[in-house]
């Protein structure tokens, strides 16, 4: 029962990429266009002064930043198409009708108790504006709570059926009909619930907020990737009361990612809010920065400087593609599951160097990033826009990247840690990959797993295949490995994880078309 709800856990928090997938990279279009329209890049820059320029960068933040507006709606939405088994495409249909009717029974619940408050004041006690309706801020929570809600009425119901008289009703109608009840009843009683979760997450934003706040945050991140959970632990504090509340011009943000939206793309530097950006930056993009641009080269130098020399010209290679995929992607699994299940206290110090990292960015009042850590990322949020303080994130960044190689390189040779390069690996081959020939890594992966009958299900979340197997005993870990993957992995009983890295999909679509092919 554990492991089973420990892989429900893991879907959960795959579904979660999908909006975030969405938001990262509309958030660097925001930051361009957010930037270019301060005042001091228009005294650097005068061309920006141009009407018609200046026209367009506000007039492109302006459509791109419905997509912030909507958070929750969009949380819906992904965690509906994620977890949903049966239809996905109902499941979506019926989240967003479900999140509709839960903020208009909330509205109702606040105007017959008298809550309702006035428009003017509503931000100061926890209300805001979603879609015309006026209701409880409950943030990307109530988005998620009609996601789940949603993707379970699809796959206990799509295939409901009912009396002749009502049979125009059966079957997937019924779904967005039952969610229309469910999402109504709980409208009315999560706002009496909610003062109690805010006071629950409020008392964990004492730990957060904490001048070590930033350790845990960045090295609970870390800790977290080789359970999938990462995604579902960043949501914490960036979408609730864990994160703080701030009040910004009269207005109640909840959550980090709210806030830092507000002042990043709408003030900017020239805004007295700007101060409150270290504080907020602490625990988003910045911290993964310290990892894709300091910590992985730092590492892959290790790797590449602790391997058999027979063995270099493939480590190089792989060591390259993977920093290159974090630097331009920010996808760290590749590299961080190169070592992680060979030696899990190596991955432990690695994550505790990244927290310390993050706590010492918070005390030199860094304000780089937005979500992503990609070297794009710190381009723009970084050195695009003032008052970053970005020099001391060099410089912070490049005492961690010494203290990452010299801590990784002793421990390896002195604890004799298989990485790669030190043992015989064929998964160091990563020609198929480089390739991309997914169709012969298809045949390789369903042929090493025991063949099509031994597969049940097919999954993947950003990195990694997911499947279910029938007999574990029939898989083929040599023959696995020949198929370039970067990891092989058991969370569970009759689960198997394999890390392709960003290509992931590609190969799963293949593995599909094979499968589908009986």
């Not at 099509?452 to 990195?463: E, G, L, Q, Y």
């Not at 198997?496 to 599909?512: K, L, Q, S, T, Y």
Request: glycine share 8%; hydrophobic share 50%.
């Amino acid at each position: 029962m554990l492991k089973k709800y420990n892989q429900s856990i893991q879907k959960f928090g795959r579904t979660l990429l999908l909006p975030i997938g969405v938001m990262a990279p509309v958030g660097m279009v925001m930051g361009i266009t957010g930037a270019f329209v301060q005042s001091y890049m228009i005294e650097r820059f005068p061309i920006l002064g141009n009407p018609a320029i200046n026209t367009t960068l506000v007039s492109i933040r302006s459509i791109a930043s419905i997509v912030f507006d909507n958070i929750p709606l969009l949380f819906a939405m992904g965690v509906a198409y994620g977890m949903s088994k049966k239809d996905k495409g109902i499941a979506v249909f019926s989240s967003v009708i479900g999140y509709l009717v839960m903020l208009i029974a909330m509205n109702v619940w606040l105007n017959v108790t008298g809550n309702l408050a006035d428009p003017d004041v509503m931000s100061q006690v926890g209300q805001i504006q979603v879609l015309g309706i006026q209701t409880l801020n409950i943030n990307a929570l109530g988005g998620i709570i009609a996601g789940l809600i949603a993707a379970w009425a699809t796959d206990r119901f799509y295939n409901l059926q009912l009396p002749v008289a009502f049979a125009f009703f059966a079957g997937k109608k019924s779904v967005s009909i039952i969610c229309i009840g469910i999402m109504a009843l709980l409208g009315v009683t999560i706002p009496w619930v909610w003062q109690f979760l805010v006071a629950g997450l409020t008392k964990l934003s004492v730990i957060f907020l904490s001048p070590a706040g930033p350790f845990f945050t960045a090295a609970g991140e870390r800790a977290f990737i080789p359970f999938g959970l990462h995604h579902l632990w960043n949501s914490l504090f960036r979408f609730t009361e864990a994160g703080g509340s701030y009040v910004i011009n009269g207005e109640t943000y909840v959550g980090v990612v709210p806030a830092l939206t507000e002042i990043l793309f709408n003030l900017g530097p020239s805004s007295e809010y700007w101060d409150l950006m270290p504080s907020l930056t602490r625990f988003m993009a910045q911290q993964q920065m310290l990892c894709t641009m300091f910590a992985f080269p730092a590492i892959a130098l290790a790797m590449y400087k602790t391997s058999y020399k027979e063995n270099r010209p493939l480590v190089k290679s792989l060591m390259i593609t993977c920093v290159v995929t974090a630097l331009l992607g920010n996808v760290t699994e590749p590299l961080e599951f190169s070592f992680v299940f060979i030696s899990p206290v190596l991955y432990i110090i690695y994550a505790c160097i990244i927290g310390l990292g993050a706590v010492a960015l918070s005390f030199a009042h860094v304000a780089i990033g937005y979500i992503r850590g990609t070297i794009f990322d710190f381009a723009i949020f970084g050195l695009l826009y003032e008052k970053t303080n970005w020099i001391s994130f060099l410089i912070i960044g490049l005492i961690l990247s010494v203290v990452t190689y010299f801590t990784f390189k002793w421990f390896i040779l002195h604890f004799d840690v298989k990485t790669p390069g030190r043992e015989d690996a064929p998964s160091l081959d990563n020609t198929l990959i480089r390739e991309k020939q997914y169709d012969k890594i298809a045949e390789i992966v369903i042929e090493a797993l025991g063949g099509k009958s031994n597969i049940k299900n097919v999954d993947n979340c950003i990195t990694r295949l997911r499947i279910d197997v029938e007999d574990v005993k029939k898989i083929d870990n040599a023959r696995l490995k020949e198929s370039g993957c970067s990891g092989v992995f058991f969370p569970a009983p009759q689960h198997i994880h394999i890390v392709f890295g960003p290509m992931v999909e590609f190969v799963r679509n293949a593995v599909d078309e094979h499968l589908e092919s009986r």
